[in-house]
């Protein structure tokens, strides 16, 4: 009955509840809303009146919030951002992978595999392939080298993607081999190359030598479907012949009708409704189908090649091995590829090599900057605290008129996020600056154009949620001690003299100590890259990387034949000879490596397992003169190594010890192309191992022949890098060489112009990256920690004045104050050194494979980032020790 009176007489309470008029809703919104507002007022007026304190707080968290903010831009821009194209998650990037590399999948299709899989499937809507290659762009006047990407006709359409200006190409311009010479260009190329004219579409431009109009501009955000790769046009797959002139396959075969040249990415879109598990055990079916189909048709073109080169011995082609080892060879050729599984790999955010090659360091700088968060935001809360105590006596008064705790917790709060806002703000604006900093550090070739690092939704976010967090987690200790104070002493004004010494350690203290002990993790972490970068730019590389240019070209996208390809570099080679500041000059394949391939070893079996492979490099002589390889045995190659001579090869100390031990290789023979292959090449000569490419592997198998003994051959490819020894600095010499080349070819661009010195910089870009990053953010939070350590002693100095006098008083002398207080100091050092040294065996286990050259637990680093902690930290005490040994004893017995 007591419930029915309550309903029944209307109750304000119930009435409440029970109305389903929202009106009554808003006195009670308005009220939480006005109270939000007048808290919001008051943080801003204590914050201004106390300026010091705000700004202390507010640059200790814009610099932690900015770098956090700068690294997931970067996080963003490489791991996260979808591609800039329609329903982004319905694509799949093409894979297959092999019983060789089960978790390396390969990512190259044949065209006649694209075709098939295009017309055949029954799993996606829409499929679309692209190759990237060099192309000569001649577009007024100027010749030089860019990005360019064959792409099916489809590939705008299947992706949604709009020209900004004039057309973009399509399946019409793509069906009958050299019949549409057009091109869609780039945003950024037409604006930073071609000055953003927009006269420009339906103009001729000249693409290795060959006219193709430019159709349409691309939009601005389409960038293409890797993440750090951004071509500077696209043009018709047809136009492949135009595109690709240096491109060889076998006789009567083209890249768009031989099955096995693999030389295409595929992305396809799933169709509605369909999920990939289904349209993977379709695809399945349908590729191992091909595959049965294809490997038959190699096998049928093989063996019908080998018979018309035979019966053809006046073209000059290399010498052909027996009809047994060929059929052999296309028979392993015929298991492998039927051992192939498809795979369907997600493609909402594009392929990406930078992706696979920086994701790891940028992962672990995402947790090096969270670390130095973590110290900024301890610095923040012992700010709060210390400003806590000076303000008991306000919340005192205002518990003892009535105020809740709740209520003096909020506003409290309140404050702390204030501070945290306005330090996301600053630290946004610093991350601007620090993602170019970042960005500076990647290989050169992957600039703004091709990574986009514009801040987006999820960057802002990011940075918005991470100054909400770091409001509550350095604000909700200070809110909770401050609104607790014992209210007697507190409405007195009586501050209370904490313990002597440190027999209780409170939550300032134990802030520092965390704050040491991160700062201790973060600069053994940073020491260790420091000095795996400098072991890795130290090492011997089995050549001399000084005073060596780079320079490389490629006469074969001006239209070059093979014969003027050779007349062209043997005229450049004695030109560059004898430029002044010369010592020697020699040309090898493009990069240094022409690739690897299977070989044979005379009087060797290898194992039915047995990896037989071995990289190639072609050369001119005085190669190893100019690199600075030492021929351990035999001889250079000379100009009698000629096809007319017996076939030569000179291989590196590796290949000389594993397969011939104690004997001499000099005489020996080795076969390239094939493990069953008769060994065919002699070897004249062994030199030291050397390593271009991976600096932390051993030096791969190699083996060098010389460009005029295989001049002709389809290996050999017409893109070469000239090698220039110099006498003084090399880049001193780029402006000669250049125009040495501009007098044999005005137009034949000129790319890749770097000392060798310069290049192991870009092969060690992640190291730098993680090293230079590392250390920085290291160094920042050893800086904070300290700035912290030395406010809280600064603070348990004026705490403890009265103390100090009366010491004083009683006869303690300077030394014994300034000992007092630098005791403490060294004591809360000591135990944040002792919790870091612990924490630092397991985290560094974490990096050890990023490690070279020294182990986890290096004592030479950890002794160098302990001593440098302890020196600088003693110094930070020190301050405040010093201020409290120069109190004058009558000033300090006075206060309060």
């Given amino acids: 009955m007591l419930g029915l009176s309550l309903v029944t007489n209307h109750s304000p309470l119930i009435t409440v509840f029970l109305t389903p008029n929202t009106s009554n809703l808003e006195p009670f919104w308005g009220g939480i809303m006005e109270t939000l507002f007048q808290d919001v007022r008051y943080g801003i007026r204590t914050l201004l009146r106390s300026p010091g304190f705000t700004a202390a707080a507010v640059l200790s968290l814009a610099l ?32 297959f992978a092999s019983p060789e590399y089960p978790n390396v999948p390969a990512t190259s299709f044949s065209y006649p595999m694209f075709r098939d899989l295009r017309d055949r499937n029954q799993v996606f809507s829409s499929m679309v392939a692209y190759c990237s290659l060099p192309v000569s ?81 691309a939009p601005p955000d389409f960038f293409g479907l890797e993440v750090g790769v951004s071509p500077d046009l696209w043009v018709p797959m047809m136009m492949h012949a135009q595109m690709e002139p240096r491109r060889e396959v076998m006789p009567g075969l083209s890249l768009l009708s031989d099955p096995g040249n693999r030389w295409l990415r595929i992305m396809a879109r799933l169709k509605p409704g369909l999920s990939e598990p289904q349209a993977r055990a379709a695809s399945e079916l349908l590729f191992q189908q091909l595959n049965r189909e294809h490997v038959d048709l190699i096998f049928q073109q093989g063996l019908k090649l080998f018979q018309e080169l035979s019966q053809n011995r006046e073209q000059k082609l290399p010498e052909l091995p027996p009809r047994e080892v060929f059929e052999r060879s296309l028979q392993d050729h015929r298991i492998r590829v039927q051992q192939q ?27 090096v900057v969270a670390l130095v968060l973590i110290i900024a935001c301890g610095n923040v809360a012992n700010l709060l605290l210390a400003r806590s105590a000076a303000r ?32 996301g703000s600053l630290g946004t604006i610093l991350a601007f600056w620090g993602i170019d900093v970042v960005a500076s550090f990647l290989p050169a070739s992957l600039t703004s154009i091709a990574l986009d690092l514009s801040p987006d939704h999820r960057v802002l976010g990011f ?16 809110a909770f001690q401050s609104t607790r104070p014992n209210l007697v002493p ?37 020491g260790l890259f420091v ?63 022409g690739g690897g391939t299977d070989f044979s070893v005379e009087g060797y079996q290898p194992g039915p397992e047995e990896v037989m492979d071995i990289a190639i490099n072609y050369v001119e002589p005085r190669f190893f003169e100019t690199m600075g390889i030492t021929l351990r045995i035999g001889r250079d190659f000379g100009r009698q190594d000629n096809r007319s001579a017996s076939k030569v090869v000179i291989v590196n100390e590796r290949v000389a010890h594993q397969f011939f031990g104690r004997q001499n290789p000099i005489g020996k023979r080795i076969g390239l192309g094939s493990r069953h292959r008769a060994p ?49 600095d090399p880049k001193s010499l780029i402006a000669a060489v250049r125009r040495e080349v501009q007098v044999l070819d005005k137009d034949l661009p000129i790319y890749n112009v770097m000392t060798f010195t310069e290049q192991i910089g870009e092969l060690l870009a992640q190291e730098r990256l993680i090293a230079a990053l590392s250390s920085f953010f290291a160094l920042l939070a050893l800086l904070l920690a300290c700035v912290g350590l030395y406010g809280i002693m600064s603070y348990t100095v004026v705490r403890r004045t009265n103390e100090i006098g009366i010491r004083m008083a009683l006869g303690a002398q300077q030394d014994d104050v300034l000992w007092l207080v630098l005791r403490e100091t060294l004591v809360l050092v000591l135990i944040g050194v002792a919790v870091g040294l612990a924490a630092s065996v397991g985290a560094t286990r974490l990096i050890s494979s990023l490690l070279f050259g020294l182990r986890p637990t290096d004592p030479l680093t950890i002794a160098v980032a302990t001593l440098t902690l302890i020196s600088v930290a003693a110094l930070a005490g020190y301050l405040p020790a010093r201020r409290a040994s120069k109190v004058d004893p009558l000033v300090a017995l006075r206060y309060e």
Avoid: C
Wanted: proline share 4%.
């Fill in 64 to 95: 932690g919030i900015g770098a956090n903010t700068a690294i997931f831009t970067m996080i963003d821009a490489v791991l996260l951002k979808m591609l800039p194209v329609k329903e982004p998650e319905s694509l799949v990037a093409l894979a």
């Fill in 137 to 217: 762009l001649n577009a007024d006047g100027h010749t030089e080298r860019v990005s360019g990407q064959l792409a099916s006709g489809n590939i705008f359409s299947a992706l949604g993607v709009n020209p900004l200006l004039g057309r973009a190409f399509s399946d019409e311009d793509d069906r009958k081999p050299g019949a549409h010479p057009v091109a869609v260009l780039s945003y950024n190329f037409w604006k930073r190359r071609l000055g953003g004219d927009p006269g420009l579409v339906g103009k001729i431009i000249h693409l290795n030598g060959y006219p193709f109009t430019a159709i349409g501009v």
């Fill in 341 to 367: 599984r498809i795979q369907l790999l997600p493609g909402s955010k594009g392929l990406s090599e930078l992706r696979q090659q920086f994701s790891e360091p940028l992962l672990i700088l995402m947790a």
């Fill in 392 to 423: 008991q006596r306000e919340m005192a008064v205002r518990l003892a008129l009535g105020a809740g705790r709740l209520r003096l917790i909020r506003q409290l709060l309140t404050e702390s996020t204030l501070l945290s806002l306005l330090g």
């Fill in 463 to 478: 940075t918005l949620a991470m100054s909400l967090l770091t409001g509550l987690l350095f604000g909700l200790a200070p």
């Fill in 490 to 526: 507190a409405l007195k004004n009586e501050v209370s003299v904490p313990e002597r010494g440190f027999r209780r350690l409170g939550l300032r203290q134990i802030l520092v100590v965390f704050q040491v002990a991160l700062s201790l993790l973060l600069l053994i972490g940073g």
């Fill in 531 to 593: 000095r795996t970068l400098e072991n890795l730019k130290n090492q011997d590389l089995g050549f001399n990387t000084q005073k060596l240019l780079l320079l490389s070209m490629d006469p074969s996208l001006n239209g070059y034949r093979k014969d003027q390809v050779g007349t062209f570099y043997a005229e450049l080679l004695h030109r560059v000879e004898t430029l002044p500041g010369v010592q020697s000059a020699s040309l090898a394949s493009a990069g240094l490596s």
């Fill in 680 to 728: 065919d090449l002699e070897i004249v000569g062994v030199v030291r191992d050397a390593r271009y490419f991976d600096l932390r592997q051993q030096a791969a198998l190699m083996a060098y022949l010389p460009f005029q003994s295989y001049f002709g051959s389809e290996r050999n490819l017409a893109s070469r890098t000239v090698l220039v020894r110099a006498t003084g």
